[in-house]
């Protein structure tokens, strides 16, 4: 993880769980492996290797990195299937509900040492803030100059303000929670018919 994020060992560690949490509930999903320790994550020094007149040399950066394995899952992600049908739509949203009733009941209380009492509080999350939320979504205008095309510009733009409009002001009455926000056909995988046929599922 990067050195930035491996500042808040509690939001990877919500990370983890949430991960388990879904595969708890049938979803395959790339689950955390402990380490030798027993622990899903650690920090870690990285240092870059470097090869001086015929000796090798490891320097060391002074700050950490949170360090974790996930299982790999094989198959393609779906963009690099060629054929798109139906029930490839049918299957992500599918896919996509079921992870979400999952999520509807996933509390992080943190794990381990970094155990914190609270109940039913989503700890590695409640603190933590991105541009890609979608209580984000008022502070994305400010990257709006990005879209060159004047009129696909004025749309971004129409939707934010709509968004802050008619959204935001009753932001408290909604219904929070925790989702995949970022469910796009590079974010998922397909795996080959047992039949071998060249049609993914």
């Not at 492996?33 to 027993?38: E, R």
């Not at 899903?40 to 990195?65: F, H, M, P, Y």
């Not at 009753?170 to 071998?196: M, T, Y």
Request: charged share 25%.
């Amino acid at each position: 993880t990067n050195s930035r994020d491996s500042g808040n060992l509690l939001f990877s560690d919500a990370q983890n769980q949430m991960i388990l949490h879904l595969a708890g509930a049938g979803l395959e999903v790339p689950k955390p492996v402990p380490n030798l320790s027993g622990q899903l994550q650690s920090l870690e020094s990285v240092g870059a290797t470097r090869n001086i007149a015929g000796e090798e040399e490891t320097r060391w950066r002074g700050d950490k990195n949170c360090s974790r394995l996930l299982r790999f899952i094989p198959g393609k992600t779906l963009f690099e299937v060629d054929t798109w049908t139906k029930e490839h739509f049918f299957q992500c949203g599918e896919f996509v509900a079921r992870m979400d009733l999952s999520l509807q009941t996933f509390k992080h209380a943190g794990e381990g040492n970094i155990r914190i009492n609270m109940l039913e509080y989503d700890v590695g999350y409640e603190n933590r803030n991105s541009i890609w939320y979608l209580s984000s979504i008022p502070d994305v205008k400010d990257f709006t100059f990005a879209i060159t095309d004047p009129e696909r510009r004025r749309l971004a733009e129409e939707i934010i303000q709509e968004f802050s409009d008619t959204v935001k002001p009753v932001d408290s009455q909604l219904e929070k929670a925790i989702i995949h926000g970022d469910f796009n056909e590079q974010n998922i995988l397909c795996r080959e018919s047992p039949e071998g046929s060249g049609q993914y599922r």
